[in-house]
T-cell receptor, first 117, second 111 residues
């Protein structure tokens, strides 16, 4: 499979627990993005990496959220002390870096559906 | 803040007809626009994109039109099929960073 993969696909947790999601980008892509999507809305940007460097973080990414990409390959998104408002689909996307349209295109994974009870 | 928006939340078409989904954007500095298709429970799937130096781009059964004068983007789907039923999002970006998505248009294809 050459697409973006995410694990787990579904996560149910109780309020106050910590959760961690993993994203494996397309192998040759050096940019990796995290988005959050709530029901009926478009995805909202959270953060992105170029290789292992985290280049931008949204104001949506509170101090309970942390993302890493230690070796410039897969990435993890951790949410500490989850709240019911964190319930959403967490989407990962990857792209190459370059000036052509083909390398800028972000390809999305299937997402991780988080439900906080 | 600036955002990409869509004119209609739902669109219903007959199988075989052409579909047109519209999008208005407000950031005149955006230079790259993308249409995604999202089926229930799945991540957004890339359909077609266009750069700001182009007015039109065609793919297989899909065409994207960009009107920078009125900041309008449209997606045309020819001979719409039941498999085209999904939510369609337009997204914009400046440079190579984050995408800004609209709220989506749900396309329903009647057999």
């Amino acid at each position: 499979d050459t697409g973006v993969s995410q694990d787990p696909r579904h996560k149910i947790t109780k309020r106050g627990q910590n959760v961690t999601f993993r994203c494996d980008p397309i192998s040759e892509h050096n940019r990796l993005y995290w988005y959050r999507q709530t029901l009926g809305q478009g995805p909202e940007f959270l953060t992105y990496f170029q290789n292992e460097a985290q280049l931008e973080k949204s104001r949506l990414l509170s101090d309970r959220f942390s993302a890493e990409r230690p070796k410039g390959s897969f990435s993890t998104l951790e949410i500490q002390r989850t709240e019911q408002g964190d319930s959403a689909m967490y989407l990962c996307a990857s792209s190459g870096s370059g000036t052509s349209v083909a390398t800028d295109t972000q390809y999305f994974g299937p997402g991780t559906r988080l439900t906080v009870l | 803040g600036e955002s990409v928006g869509l004119h209609l939340p739902t669109l219903s078409v007959q199988e075989g007809d052409n579909s047109i989904i519209n999008c208005a954007y407000s950031n005149s500095a955006s230079d790259y626009f993308i249409w995604y298709k999202q089926e229930s429970g799945k991540g957004p799937q890339f359909i077609i994109d266009i750069r700001s130096n182009m007015d039109k781009r065609q793919g297989q059964r899909v065409t994207v039109l960009l009107n920078k004068t009125v900041k309008h983007l449209s997606l045309q789907i020819a001979a719409t099929q039941p498999g085209d039923s999904a939510v369609y999002f337009c997204a914009e970006t400046k440079g190579q960073g984050k995408l800004i998505f609209g709220q989506g248009t749900e396309l329903s294809v009647k057999p």
